[in-house]
């Protein structure tokens, strides 16, 4: 059997959502031929009462964007029986790919600490095969990991936790932290996975010597591919390697060496354009580009609809409709979207009344819409005709002919009828 190449790829966020369909494409086609085994672990969002849901989200996802039959290796629970715990690492060690994707970082940890995991992923890393984590899953990754919850939600002093460390199988000693350009909180810093920079600064002194900050911006992926020793950013942003506050950036499109990026995690910035954390915001600016998301979609869809009712081009109102339709399929799958799909459904429907309504209008009789004003015009005229005006009278007809309006006189008086095209 030909081996597969080795891959790990991590995720800022959006691993289920459209804008990211093109990364695990490519992922799957760097595996090679098919039959491509794919394997979901349904670990780090194991405690929620939605896990299944998520669980078919996913599997909808891959089905859709990838052709591929997304298997899911159960384990949710610290206290799963034996049985339960190697099934699922049996799925995971047989699979080509392996993903994981949102929930809460530290409750995967907790499971998968010291029953094997580690050394199942590390040994595909080595001898063939693809990881992809996202969001709360990327976390794991790195040799300390940050408990996000507990910090941003919770209010616990800022510390790290001790994380699965396979990023060490790359030579790699850092901690992994997606959502890295996040902007949600707007008026307060939300950036580094929601730590924002005061408390990553605090918690960059808790770090052993040598390690750096790896973060992924959101709908970004930093790829490793192990057979060629290197780092490919792909997405809408950016990957950062920081270190005591330093910033050195690599943007989306560019491939490095990873010997390059090891002397950069080690603290070698020679060569290498760097930037102060405090001077850059990672990824695109929020006050000027909007991340990706269902809301965003519906919104921009929402506007071009508008505009082309009052510019009258039809065409492009109904291609909104048609567009906003196919979003909410595409973003279904999408575990970070909080929001539902309620709302996009209800400007949905807003848009096809709006063009019922102007349908309504369209497949009325046009003898009827222009009849209160034919009727006064031919009025006009049978009072000119009576008043012998005779010339206002056939003025009155031969401009109602070249509007379209045939005009007949008879014993009963004068009627019109609309003239076909």
Same mark, same amino acid.
């Given at each position: 059997m030909t081996r597969r190449?080795?891959?790990?790829?991590?995720?800022? /966020?959006?691993?289920?959502?459209?804008?990211?369909?093109?990364?695990?494409?490519?992922?799957?086609?760097?595996?090679?031929?098919?039959?491509?085994?794919?394997?979901?672990?349904?670990?780090?969002?194991?405690?929620?009462? $939605?896990?299944?849901?998520? /669980?078919?989200?996913?599997?909808?996802?891959?089905?859709? $964007?990838?052709?591929?039959?997304?298997?899911?290796?159960?384990?949710?629970?610290?206290?799963?029986?034996?049985?339960?715990?190697?099934?699922?690492?049996?799925?995971?060690?047989?699979?080509d790919l392996v993903f994981a994707g949102p929930g809460s970082p530290t409750y995967a940890l907790r499971v998968w600490r010291d029953n094997g995991l580690r050394e199942v992923?590390?040994?595909?890393?080595?001898h063939g095969g693809c990881v992809t984590f996202g969001s709360a899953a990327a976390v794991s990754l790195g040799a300390a990991a940050v408990p996000t919850y507990e910090i941003y939600k919770v209010g616990v002093d800022p510390h790290w936790v001790e994380g699965l460390d396979l990023l060490s199988v790359l030579g790699l000693r850092a901690a992994v932290i997606p959502h890295y350009d996040n902007a949600e909180g707007g008026t307060h810093?939300?950036?580094?996975?929601?730590?924002?920079?005061?408390?990553?600064?605090?918690?960059? /002194?808790?770090?052993?010597?040598?390690?750096?900050?790896?973060?992924?911006?959101?709908?970004?992926?930093?790829?490793?591919?192990?057979?060629?020793?290197?780092?490919?950013?792909?997405?809408?942003?950016?990957?950062?390697?920081?270190?005591?506050?330093?910033?050195t950036v690599f943007a989306s499109g560019s491939t490095i060496g990873m010997d390059e990026l090891r002397a950069t995690a080690a603290g070698d910035r020679s060569g290498i354009a760097t930037t102060p954390a405090s001077e850059r915001v990672p990824g695109a600016d929020p006050a000027t580009q909007t991340a990706p998301s269902l809301h965003a979609e519906t919104a921009r869809l929402e506007s071009a609809f508008d505009a082309g009712l009052r510019s009258g081009a039809v065409e492009a109102a109904v291609t909104a409709v048609l567009e906003l339709e196919q979003a909410i399929v595409d973003w279904s799958a999408d575990t970070e979207e909080e929001d539902g799909s309620d709302a996009p459904r209800a400007v949905l429907?807003?848009?096809?009344?709006?063009?019922?309504?102007?349908?309504?209008?369209?497949?009325?009789?046009?003898?009827?819409?222009?009849?209160?004003?034919?009727?006064?015009?031919?009025?006009?005229?049978?009072?000119?005709?009576?008043?012998? /005006?005779?010339s206002v009278a056939d003025e009155l007809r031969q401009?109602?002919?070249?509007?379209?309006?045939?005009?007949?006189?008879?014993?009963?008086?004068?009627?019109?009828?609309l003239t076909p095209h």
């Open positions: 190449p080795a891959l790990l790829a991590i995720m800022g /966020s959006g691993e289920t959502a459209p804008t990211m369909a093109k990364v695990h494409r490519l992922l799957v086609e760097r595996l090679g031929s098919p039959p491509v085994e794919a394997v979901l672990l349904d670990t780090p969002y194991g405690f929620q009462e $939605n896990a299944e849901e998520i /669980s078919r989200r996913a599997i909808d996802y891959f089905g859709r $964007n990838l052709q591929l039959a997304l298997r899911v290796a159960s384990w949710r629970r610290p206290t799963d029986d034996v049985l339960r715990r190697e099934q699922a690492v049996a799925l995971v060690r047989d699979a992923l590390a040994d595909k890393l080595t810093d939300t950036r580094f996975c929601y730590l924002g920079e005061q408390r990553l600064r605090m918690m960059e /002194s808790m770090l052993d010597t040598p390690m750096c900050v790896f973060g992924v911006d959101e709908h970004t992926a930093g790829v490793f591919d192990l057979d060629a020793d290197t780092l490919t950013v792909l997405g809408r942003g950016g990957v950062t390697v920081r270190i005591d506050g330093v910033s429907r807003r848009m096809v009344l709006r063009l019922g309504e102007l349908a309504v209008v369209g497949i009325r009789d046009p003898a009827e819409l222009v009849a209160p004003f034919v009727d006064t015009l031919v009025e006009l005229r049978d009072r000119a005709r009576a008043q012998r /005006s005779w401009r109602l002919t070249t509007a379209g309006v045939e005009v007949r006189d008879t014993p009963s008086g004068t009627v019109w009828d």
